[in-house]
């Protein structure tokens, strides 16, 4: 018996078989952060074995919002780099770790500030959104920022007939179905997510008759015109825990179905890709959870000129 660990394990199949290592590495973890009066936070495409002893797991926004509103001293941050670096953003008195410092996300680097700037001047009067999966400097030449969750609901809060909308083209395209303002967007895209094709949907739908198909707003067009829902990665949860519906095709990182099998016993989730895996969300294990905390390293540090502009982007999309 696996757990469900089989959906979180592709190139890592070492898992399997190992139960009592994991535990023996998770109480170690566990018994740290309450020494070191840490708190651990999981987002929802980490490890089975790191979700199973997070704190509190999420999505971006949750994540954002348990990080502003937490005690402890230290956040240790289980996710990619943007997203430990939104908690370091918004709590500077707090110590916050990214276990593995390789934890990046592709997205993000396919755009600069200058690149943002040089935008921003071909339309003096768009407001700029900066997706969260976008550089702290990135965040800081921006007005506001999004997540899945709340893109567009933050694109209508602003003023004017068109905003500026980086670095994901494919949430872009998905905001401008539901808003009247002109989107104006940028290249960027995520790779796992670009790999769902509405054929995959169309052959698993014939093979799982009556499965839902659930995407991600990081989907392009073409698939999430064949979605029956379409939200972030927790709001695809609370989806599948209410549904009626037995079969699931899940398009987004397999990680978040390590939650949605263990709640739903009786139904059935089919990822939507084999490709579907983000290897960047896969790069934290346990032993990094350990090394970072016993050595106090991988520590989120952003320059007070970044930190303090990159804050009020964050801090006005929380406001909403
Ligand atoms: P969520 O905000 O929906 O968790 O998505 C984050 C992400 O990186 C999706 O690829
Ligand atoms: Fe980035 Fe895509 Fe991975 Fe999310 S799933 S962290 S957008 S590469």
Same mark, same amino acid.
Request: with cysteine; proline share 5%; glycine share 4%.
């Given at each position: 018996?696996?757990?469900?660990? $089989?959906?979180? @394990?592709?190139g890592?199949k070492?898992?399997? !078989?190992?139960?009592?290592?994991? =535990?023996?590495k ?7 952060l309450k020494?070191?009066?840490?708190i ?9 074995? /790191? ?18 509103k937490?005690d ?6 289980c ?7 939104s908690?370091?953003?918004? #709590?500077?008195? =707090?110590?916050?770790?990214l ?10 680097d396919?755009?600069t500030a200058?690149e943002?700037?040089?935008?921003k001047?071909g339309?003096p009067?768009?407001p700029?959104?900066? $997706?969260?999966n ?11 920022c999004?997540? &899945?969750?709340n893109?567009? =609901? ?9 905003v500026?909308m980086?670095?994901?083209?494919n949430? !872009? ?7 009247r *303002?002109?989107?104006? &967007?940028?290249?960027?895209y995520?790779p ?8 995959d949907?169309k052959a698993l739908k014939? =093979? $799982?008759?009556g ?12 698939t999430i ?21 037995? $079969?699931? /095709?899940?398009g987004?990182e ?5 939650k949605?099998?263990?709640e739903?016993? #009786? ?7 084999k490709?579907?895996?983000c ?7 346990l032993e @990094?959870?350990i090394n970072?905390?016993?050595?106090m390293?991988?520590i989120?540090? /952003? ?8 804050? *009020?982007?964050?801090?006005n999309?929380?406001?909403?």
């Amino acid at each position: 018996m696996d757990n469900g660990r $089989y959906f979180n @394990d592709i190139g890592d199949k070492q898992n399997i !078989g190992k139960d009592e290592d994991i =535990k023996l590495k998770q109480e170690k973890i566990k018994d740290l952060l309450k020494k070191k009066n840490a708190i651990l936070l999981a987002h929802n495409y980490q490890r089975d074995e /790191i979700q199973e002893i997070a704190d509190f797991q999420g999505d971006s926004l949750e994540l954002s919002v348990k990080a502003n509103k937490t005690d402890a001293e230290i956040i240790v941050f289980c996710g990619v780099k943007f997203m430990a670096e939104s908690a370091a953003i918004m #709590n500077p008195d =707090k110590t916050v770790i990214l276990p593995n410092e390789n934890a990046g996300c592709p997205m993000v680097d396919m755009i600069t500030a200058k690149e943002i700037l040089n935008l921003k001047a071909g339309y003096p009067d768009a407001p700029v959104v900066a $997706y969260v999966n976008t550089s702290a400097e990135c965040k800081a030449v921006s007005d506001i920022c999004c997540t &899945s969750a709340n893109a567009v =609901k933050v694109v209508d809060s602003l003023r004017g007939e068109r905003v500026i909308m980086v670095p994901d083209k494919n949430l !872009g395209s998905y905001v401008q179905r539901y808003t009247r *303002k002109e989107v104006i &967007s940028w290249p960027g895209y995520c790779p796992p997510h670009k790999r769902t094709k509405p054929e995959d949907i169309k052959a698993l739908k014939e =093979k $799982y008759p009556g499965a839902l198909f659930v995407a991600h707003p990081e989907s392009t067009p073409e698939t999430i015109d064949v979605a029956d829902h379409v939200s972030s990665t927790s709001g695809m949860y609370k989806f599948v825990m209410e549904s009626a519906a037995k $079969y699931f /095709i899940i398009g987004t990182e397999r990680g978040i179905m390590y939650k949605m099998k263990k709640e739903n016993p #009786n139904k059935v989730f089919i990822s939507s890709n084999k490709g579907l895996v983000c290897p960047n969300m896969k790069k934290t294990h346990l032993e @990094d959870i350990i090394n970072s905390l016993e050595n106090m390293k991988n520590i989120i540090k /952003i320059p007070e000129e970044i930190r303090i502009p990159a804050r *009020k982007s964050i801090e006005n999309m929380l406001s909403l």
